[in-house]
């Protein structure tokens, strides 16, 4: 018996491989999402900590004469 293309074991076979794909697609833009939102976590803290950081007042130098 020859099956001609199209059939339903084909099509239900087509429609696992595009669900696998989308829940491929899925993962990798929610990883994705995961990153940036670390990156930007990180430069708030770095932003943040630059700005708090207290700059050390400079203390004029003393000149002093030799005897």
Known sequence: M????GSRP???LWML???ADA????????ALVVVV??????AGVAGVWT???R????RESVV???A
Do not use: E, Y
Not at 2 to 5: E, L, S, T, V
Not at 23 to 30: D, F, K, N, P, R
Not at 37 to 42: G, P
Not at 55 to 58: D, H, L, S, T, V
């Open 37 to 42: 939102s670390a990156v930007i976590l990180a």
């Open 55 to 58: 700059i050390a007042p400079q």
């Open 23 to 30: 829940a491929l697609l899925v993962a990798a833009a929610g």
């Open 10 to 12: 084909t099509f239900a």
């Open 17 to 19: 491989v595009a669900i």
């Open 51 to 53: 700005l708090q950081r």
């Open 64 to 66: 002093r004469r030799r």
């Open 2 to 5: 020859i099956r001609r293309h």
